[in-house]
Every structure is written in structure tokens, then in C-alpha cells.
Nanobody
Framework: QLQASGGGLVQAGGSLRLSCAAS????????VAWFRQAPGKEREGVSY????????YYLRSVMGRFTISRDNSKNTVFLQMNSLKPEDTAVYYC????????????????????WGQGTQVTVSS
């Protein structure tokens, strides 16, 4: 089970840190990604972190602003979001895959077997 948290309301330029806590399995051995879905839009991959080396991928529009990381001791993956923009407003989901994914597949939601419940991020202008 994955539990996403940390969303909220923030002004443009602000920061939030999302957390994805795993229970019932060790997320340390699973690649984990963050997706988001804005109203009326398709779900899109935001960032991905592999194991054990922690290789990462990012959506182009968040590069340089978002950072994904994992704390293996806490079985948790984080998404630090800085310089937030109104277009970042969405429900953010974390997901775990059962195998490491290549650059061309990490953003495909069908590659992920386990999903958290989502946390709302709202960025006001």
C-alpha cells in the first residue's frame, strides 16, 4: 500500500514536499514515480526514481524545480517541489512499478502496479 501526503495550497513561487510512504512491502526495491492529473487533462508522469542506484527521470517542465529522492530507512519517497507555478496544480499520485523502467517507459501509467490515493496540490497566482 502507498500513502501520499504533503499536498496543500501555496502561492506561485512557493514550495511543497510530497511524501509517499509504503506499507506492506519495501519500496526500497521498487522503482517509484510521481504522476499528476489536472482537471480535464490526462495523467502525466512527473518524476521517477529507480533502485538501488536511485537514477531519476523528470518531466521536462519540472526539471530544475522538482527533486525526487528516497529515504530507504523510512521506506518513503519524496518529491520536493520548488518555484511552483499555477500550472502545477493537480492531484499528485505516487506509484510503484515491479521492475526498473527505461527512459521511454517510466511515464506510462500502465507500467505501475501499485498506486497511492493522491494528494491535492493547488498553486495560486
Amino acid at each position: 500500500q502507498l500513502q501520499a501526503s504533503g499536498g496543500g495550497l501555496v502561492q506561485a513561487g512557493g514550495s511543497l514536499r510530497l511524501s509517499c510512504a509504503a506499507s506492506g512491502f519495501s519500496s526500497n526495491r521498487w522503482p517509484v514515480a510521481w504522476f499528476r492529473q489536472a482537471p480535464g487533462k490526462e495523467r502525466e508522469g512527473v518524476s521517477y526514481i529507480s533502485f538501488p542506484g536511485g537514477g531519476t527521470y523528470y518531466l521536462r517542465s519540472v526539471m530544475g524545480r522538482f527533486t525526487i529522492s528516497r529515504d530507504n530507512s523510512k521506506n518513503t519517497v519524496f518529491l520536493q517541489m520548488n518555484s511552483l507555478k499555477p500550472e502545477d496544480t493537480a492531484v499528485y499520485y505516487c506509484a510503484a512499478a515491479q521492475r526498473r523502467l527505461l527512459a521511454g517507459r517510466w511515464a506510462l501509467s500502465t507500467e505501475y502496479a501499485y498506486w497511492g490515493q493522491g494528494t491535492q496540490v493547488t498553486v495560486s497566482s
